[in-house]
């Protein structure tokens, strides 16, 4: 089974960077989208940016400008850098990435990183 093993997380002062990085181990027939969500003390789970194995990037409106998604599908690895960092970025972010698990029938599966914690102090 394909896990996803986050790291990269950690303390950053309001206006510094960290990058975020997730790669898939494991046997894989391939891997479609991959991305990046994350989830606050006493909110959703929401989702901050995703690309397609083609490469397309979308972001979530309060993230744009300032982190970057990208992927190396050599390595199965998806990354996250994020800059300019506020406050409200604090949460604990999940990598997630849509996995073909079955040659045939085709079969897809979502699935996600354990998760690693972005404290961004003002």
């Known amino acids: 089974q394909v896990q996803l093993v986050e790291s990269g997380g950690g303390l950053v002062q309001a206006g510094g960077s960290l990058r975020l990085s997730c790669a898939a181990s494991g046997s894989t027939f391939g891997i479609n989208a991959m991305g990046w969500y994350r989830q606050a003390p006493g909110k959703q789970r929401e989702l901050v940016a995703t690309i397609s194995s083609g490469g397309i990037t979308n972001y979530v409106d309060s993230v744009e400008g300032r982190f970057t998604i990208s992927r190396d599908n050599a390595k199965n690895t998806v990354y996250l850098q994020m800059n300019s960092l506020r406050p409200e970025d604090t949460a604990v972010y999940f990598c997630?990435?849509?996995?073909?698990?079955?040659?045939?029938?085709?079969?897809?599966?979502?699935?996600w990183g354990q998760g690693t914690q972005v404290t961004v102090s003002s």
């Open positions: 997630y990435a849509n996995i073909q698990e079955r040659l045939w029938p085709p079969k897809w599966v979502d699935q």
